[in-house]
């Protein structure tokens, strides 16, 4: 992560939340409408570990959420959902239904977010990057070419 300090913004789906190291002896991560409330750590590693944690959590609820929603609309079966923190990916889907999701993926506006999740779910249809792959994800998200360009402005780490 990037070196945090007290003021921070913290991207969350389509907002943002203002960091708060607090110094008064707060015991755990506390979240209000606009801020985001952590103990002071005692390192800055401390600090990132609390914030991956947090961020963790969040995509733990809505990630698995929202794909269980696309996947019931594009009438699609997930075996099983996991949250992880790879270098390189937003995601991946396995030949047996699993779906791994990047927790990064909380940094991002939500319109990419469900694009990911599209994405991911159109794999279980199709195992590749076919033309045939493409048409689904258009029947989809008939802006996914421009949802695809605007993923590729962010960096994952």
Same mark, same amino acid.
């Given at each position: 992560? @990037?070196?945090?300090?007290?003021?921070?913004?913290?991207?969350?789906?389509?907002?943002?939340? *203002?960091?708060?190291?607090?110094?008064?002896? %707060?015991?755990?991560?506390?979240?209000?409408?606009?801020?985001?409330?952590?103990?002071?750590?005692?390192?800055?590693?401390? %600090?990132?570990?609390?914030?991956?944690?947090?961020?963790?959590?969040?995509?733990?609820?809505?990630?698995?959420?929202?794909?269980?929603?696309?996947?019931?609309?594009?009438?699609?079966? *997930?075996?099983?959902?996991?949250?992880?923190?790879?270098?390189?990916?937003?995601?991946?889907?396995?030949?047996?239904?699993?779906?791994?999701?990047?927790?990064?993926?909380?940094?991002?506006?939500?319109?990419?977010?469900?694009?990911?999740?599209?994405?991911?779910?159109?794999?279980?249809?199709?195992?590749?990057?076919?033309?045939?792959?493409?048409?689904?994800?258009?029947? *989809?998200?008939? @802006?996914?070419?421009?949802?695809?360009?605007?993923?590729?402005?962010?960096?994952? *780490?």
């Amino acid at each position: 992560m @990037d070196v945090w300090q007290d003021g921070a913004q913290l991207p969350l789906l389509d907002r943002q939340l *203002v960091l708060r190291i607090d110094q008064e002896g %707060l015991v755990r991560v506390h979240q209000t409408d606009q801020e985001l409330w952590v103990p002071t750590p005692l390192t800055p590693s401390g %600090l990132d570990a609390t914030l991956e944690r947090w961020y963790r959590r969040q995509a733990r609820s809505y990630l698995e959420r929202r794909l269980r929603e696309w996947a019931k609309g594009m009438q699609v079966t *997930v075996t099983r959902v996991t949250i992880r923190g790879q270098t390189t990916r937003w995601g991946s889907c396995s030949s047996t239904g699993a779906i791994h999701l990047n927790w990064r993926l909380m940094q991002l506006p939500a319109r990419l977010v469900d694009y990911v999740l599209v994405h991911e779910l159109c794999h279980r249809l199709e195992m590749n990057h076919s033309a045939a792959f493409w048409l689904r994800v258009a029947q *989809v998200l008939p @802006d996914y070419r421009r949802l695809r360009h605007e993923l590729k402005q962010y960096r994952i *780490v």
